[in-house]
């Protein structure tokens, strides 16, 4: 039996992009999709499209339980953190968990479940591509002018431990000036430096 839809399921030609990062993307949503997601059935291909997000997942594109993780070309570059590349796929394989589309609060969970380093990725990805990305209502957009946008090298990815800590706003309120302890780290801030 035929399905009269099949036809706007398939694939939009792309166009092959070779792969300039130090690593496989295929390869690393399969491992990464191996380790953290086995109960995903079906088929993950992996292509890169310049329109959008810096990633998305597309369902059932190839037929059913079929789909692709399209990946934007900012991120394929020599100087990307393979980090950096994984949790952006723990959030698309996230999405095949939440069909509904989307992000409910349960998404939110697994993708902290799975992704702990979320809040470092995301302040790496912050410093380093506020030009070329912008928020918006239906979510982070790379924009179109971006390849003049990016800048030339990027900052090396250094998360600070643990990996789900608050955010900096929250430990430096004041912009750095003076470190917030956490509770359980010590009873007041940090004393100052007699310079």
Not at 28 to 36: C, F, G, K, N, Y
Not at 79 to 104: M, N, Q, S, W, Y
């Amino acid at each position: 039996m035929s399905d009269p839809d099949l036809p706007w399921r398939q694939p939009l030609l792309f166009q092959p992009v070779e792969t300039v990062a130090p690593f496989s993307f295929s390869r690393l949503v399969d491992e990464t999709r191996a380790i953290w997601f086995p109960e995903i059935e079906g088929t993950v291909e992996v292509r890169f499209g310049s329109f959008g997000p810096l990633a998305s997942t597309w369902f059932h594109r190839m037929g059913w339980d079929n789909h692709i993780i399209m990946f934007h070309p900012i991120l394929n570059r020599p100087d990307i953190p393979i980090e950096v590349v994984r949790f952006i796929a723990k959030h698309e394989l996230t999405h095949l968990l939440h069909p509904e589309g989307g992000h409910p609060p349960c998404f939110w969970e697994d993708e902290l479940r799975v992704g702990p380093e979320r809040f470092a990725v995301w302040a790496w990805l912050h410093a380093n591509f506020r030009n070329p990305v912008k928020g918006t209502r239906w979510g982070i957009r790379v924009l179109r002018t971006w390849r003049r946008r990016t800048p030339a090298r990027l900052a090396p990815y250094m998360p600070h431990l643990p990996f789900d800590d608050p955010p900096w706003r929250v430990l430096c309120p004041e912009g750095g000036a003076q470190l917030r302890f956490l509770p359980d780290w010590s009873a007041g801030p940090a004393p100052l430096s007699s310079g």
